[in-house]
C-alpha cells in the first residue's frame, strides 16, 4: 500500500492551500474588476444623462424666450393700435425668425427612462408648434408685403397703412386672410409661452430630483423679433 510522508503531505496540502488562496485572490480581483467596470459604465450613463438633460433645458429656454418675444410684440402692437384699425395694418412681419428647435431620440428616450413622461408628452406637441409658428410668421411677413405691393402710393400715409374705397375692394379678401393669420399668432404665442414656460419649470424639477442637475432659472429675454 502507498503511503505518503509527512513531508509530502506537508507539500499537498501547501499545493493545494495555495492554489486556492490563488484562485480566491484572482476571483477578488475579477469582482473588483467588474465593479470597477460597473462604476465606469454608471458614470459614463450619468455623464451623458447630464449632456442630454443639458440640451432640453437649452432648447427649452431658447422655445420660451422665442415665445416671449412674440407675446411681447404682438401684445404690445394690440394695446397700441388694436382699438382703431385691423391686425393686417399694424402687425408688422418679423425682421428675424428663430432657428427651428428639434428634439432628439436620445432625449425624448431619456425623459422615459427617468419618468418624466409629463414633460415628453409637452415636447412631443411643443417644439412643433414653436417651429410652425415661425414659418406663419414668414407667411405672414410675405403676404403683408404682397399686399403692401397691390395697394396705390396713396394708400399710404405718413408711415402707416390706409386704404381707399377703389382699392380696398380687390384686396379685402388678402386683408382678411392677414387678419386671420395674426389673431392667429397671437393667440398660439400667448398659450405657447405659458405652456413652455411651464414645461422648462416641470423638466428643472424633473432634472434636479432624478439626476442632482440644477438651473437657476430666470425670465427669459425680450430681444425684438
Given at each position: ?7 509530502a503531505?506537508a507539500?499537498?496540502?501547501g499545493?493545494?492551500?495555495g ?7 484572482s476571483?477578488?480581483l475579477q ?8 462604476a ?6 450619468r455623464?451623458?444623462q ?12 431658447a422655445?420660451a424666450?422665442?415665445?416671449a418675444?412674440y407675446t411681447r410684440k404682438?401684445?404690445g402692437?394690440?394695446a ?16 428675424h ?20 413622461e ?8 411643443l417644439a412643433?408648434?414653436h417651429n410652425?409658428?415661425g414659418?406663419?410668421?414668414a ?6 408685403e404682397?399686399?403692401r405691393q397691390?395697394?396705390?402710393?396713396a ?11 377703389d382699392?380696398v375692394?380687390?384686396?379685402?379678401p ?5 387678419n386671420?393669420?395674426a389673431?392667429?399668432m397671437?393667440?398660439?404665442?400667448s398659450?405657447?409661452?405659458?405652456e ?7 423638466a428643472?424639477?424633473?432634472f ?5 442637475i440644477?438651473?437657476?432659472?430666470v425670465?427669459?429675454p425680450?430681444?425684438e423679433?
Amino acid at each position: 500500500m502507498f503511503e505518503l510522508s509527512g513531508e509530502a503531505w506537508a507539500g499537498l496540502l501547501g499545493g493545494l492551500g495555495g492554489a486556492i488562496v490563488g484562485g480566491l485572490i484572482s476571483w477578488l480581483l475579477q469582482l473588483q474588476a467588474r465593479a470597477s467596470d460597473r462604476a465606469a459604465q454608471a458614470e459614463s450613463r450619468r455623464e451623458r444623462q447630464t449632456a442630454m438633460a443639458h440640451a432640453i433645458i437649452y432648447k427649452l429656454m431658447a422655445i420660451a424666450s422665442h415665445y416671449a418675444v412674440y407675446t411681447r410684440k404682438f401684445e404690445g402692437d394690440w394695446a397700441k393700435h388694436g382699438g382703431e384699425a385691423e391686425p393686417w395694418q399694424f402687425v408688422l412681419g418679423s425682421a428675424h425668425e428663430p432657428d427651428p428647435v428639434h428634439f432628439t431620440t436620445d432625449e425624448m428616450t431619456l425623459l422615459v427612462e427617468l419618468g418624466m413622461e409629463d414633460v415628453f408628452n409637452s415636447l412631443l406637441t411643443l417644439a412643433e408648434a414653436h417651429n410652425q409658428m415661425g414659418c406663419v410668421s414668414a407667411l405672414y411677413a410675405r403676404k403683408r408685403e404682397e399686399l403692401r405691393q397691390s395697394l396705390p402710393p396713396a394708400a399710404f400715409v405718413d408711415g402707416r397703412l390706409v386704404t381707399k374705397a377703389d382699392a380696398v375692394l380687390a384686396a379685402r379678401p388678402l386683408m382678411i386672410e392677414l387678419n386671420t393669420l395674426a389673431t392667429s399668432m397671437r393667440d398660439f404665442a400667448s398659450r405657447d409661452a405659458r405652456e413652455s414656460l411651464a414645461t422648462l419649470e416641470t423638466a428643472h424639477a424633473g432634472f434636479a430630483d432624478k439626476l442632482g442637475i440644477k438651473w437657476k432659472l430666470v425670465d427669459p429675454p425680450t430681444r425684438e423679433a
